[in-house]
């Protein structure tokens, strides 16, 4: 009888052991993974403010696209320069005395040309928001 409790003892003993080990490597797997997922949220809230930077530039950037239209065609208009557009040559009598345009060239209305500025400013603006917003998702600075 001696003897198997002897075994019996050495069981339960080999049984603790097992079981305080394996809650130990549970606990430290557990933290292991909960480290993980906060460095990985930490990670995540942090490229999401660099791109919120990007964002919030590109849209004070956007505000003043009117503004900055408006003065690109105002430093055309005071060195003199025009923007003209090519017009498609008329069908009709192209003498003096018809009243035609015989260069085949418009000068386009102020707020035709501001309208069009604008409108490819605004796209180089939103290129180059994307640029920098790829830039952050990849974790450059």
Known sequence: MLKY???????ALFAGGYETGRQQ??????????????????????????VSIV???YQAKLAKSEED???????LRSDNKR???KVKASSGPTGSNSGCVTDGKAELDDSTAESLIRITQDGDKQIEALQETIKKLQGGK
Not at 26 to 48: L, P
């Open 83 to 85: 923007l003209r557009v």
């Open 5 to 11: 409790l002897k075994i019996a003892l050495i069981l």
């Open 69 to 75: 239209a408006r003065g690109t065609v105002d430093a």
């Open 25 to 50: 490597a549970d606990h430290k797997w557990k933290e292991k993974i909960s480290n993980e997922y906060i460095t990985k949220v930490e990670a995540g809230r942090s490229t999401q403010r660099q």
């Open 55 to 57: 964002s919030a530039d």
